[in-house]
T-cell receptor
Framework: GAGVSQSPSNKVTEKGKDVELRCDPI?????LYWYRQSLGQGLEFLIY????????KSGLPSDRFSAERTGGSVSTLTIQRTQQEDSAVYLC???????????FGDGTRLSIL | DQQVKQNSPSLSVQEGRISILNCDYT??????FLWYKKYPAEGPTFLIS?????DKNEDGRFTVFLNKSAKHLSLHIVPSQPGDSAVYFC???????????FGAGTILRVKS
């Protein structure tokens, strides 16, 4: 498809485990973003990639969170030693550049037991 | 510190009438504003945007108005349709940062 693709769509894991979330942006989009929406909360920015570099990581909530992007395309968001408060929908978006709208995937719903 | 506020949690409108969704912001560095629509279990879908050099942008049934002096924007949907029932998010960015700051959303219900 032509849209942003995220996998898995749902992930249930035990507290303390590591998880990896994947995002395939729209082809040709140089900018990629991760956001999350916790239950009853708004969408919260996590990290922004321009190409493979991350000029803005200001939204990552702790050092348990990290993200990388390779080949200017696919990105993975890794959460180490998951905690119950990490339960949320993690959304990825991509855009064609500054001043262009961000287009979102359907998210990964992460549940920490 | 909520930089983008949508003060109406919900709005109910009759089919065929106008829906007006409002949004206020506090950060004067914001210069690009967007509206997204979201259905349950789906990601936000981009609807319409406006840059700070304009005060109106129109796309079909959707029009966004920006009042910079009041730091206020609104989305007008005319005519409203039952399929428009969703959560609407206002978002803003400062050009160089480009990350979006979202409001809390407004649930729109269009009754047939």
């Amino acid at each position: 498809g032509a849209g942003v693709s995220q996998s898995p769509s749902n992930k249930v894991t035990e507290k303390g485990k590591d998880v990896e979330l994947r995002c395939d942006p729209i082809s040709g989009h140089t900018a990629l973003y991760w956001y999350r929406q916790s239950l009853g909360q708004g969408l919260e920015f996590l990290i922004y990639f321009q190409g493979n570099s991350a000029p803005d990581k200001s939204g990552l909530p702790s050092d348990r969170f990290s993200a990388e992007r390779t080949g200017g395309s696919v990105s993975t968001l890794t959460i180490q030693r998951t905690q119950q408060e990490d339960s949320a929908v993690y959304l990825c978006a991509s855009s064609g550049g500054r001043g262009r709208p961000q287009h979102f995937g359907d998210g990964t719903r992460l549940s920490i037991l | 510190d909520q930089q983008v506020k949508q003060n109406s949690p919900s709005l109910s409108v009759q089919e065929g009438r106008i829906s007006i969704l409002n949004c206020d912001y506090t950060n004067s560095m914001f210069d690009y504003f967007l509206w997204y629509k979201k259905y349950p279990a789906e990601g936000p879908t981009f609807l319409i945007s406006i840059s700070s050099i304009k005060d109106k942008n129109e796309d079909g049934r959707f029009t966004v108005f920006l009042n910079k002096s009041a730091k206020h924007l609104s989305l007008h949907i005319v005519p409203s349709q039952p399929g428009d029932s969703a959560v609407y998010f206002c978002a803003a960015s400062a050009y160089y940062g480009n990350k979006l700051v979202f409001g809390a959303g407004t649930i729109l219900r269009v009754k047939s």
